[in-house]
């Protein structure tokens, strides 16, 4: 999973699968889902991301996996 911050346009892509998406549907205003071709969730782009969302932490708790820290 990568998550990626645009702040010229305040979107935030979470990017959930390695895989294109070939279907999106808006699900609520600015968020939109994205799906892969067998309708697998692939990505979620958040527009306004910075009035939505908190985004100055970032919290991860008891994943599966090794984890990767890195910084712009």
Not at 18 to 26: G, H, L, Y
Not at 44 to 66: M, R, Y
Request: charged fraction near 30%; charge should be negative; glycine fraction near 4%.
């Amino acid at each position: 999973m990568k998550l990626s911050y645009y702040p010229e346009t305040d979107s935030l892509y979470i990017d959930l699968a390695d895989r294109s998406s070939v279907e999106s549907k808006e699900v609520s205003e600015g968020v939109v889902l994205d799906y892969d071709a067998d309708g697998n969730l692939v990505g979620i782009d958040i527009d306004n991301a910075s009035k939505k969302l908190e985004l100055n932490e970032l919290v991860l708790s008891k994943l599966p996996s090794q984890t990767q820290t890195l910084s712009a």
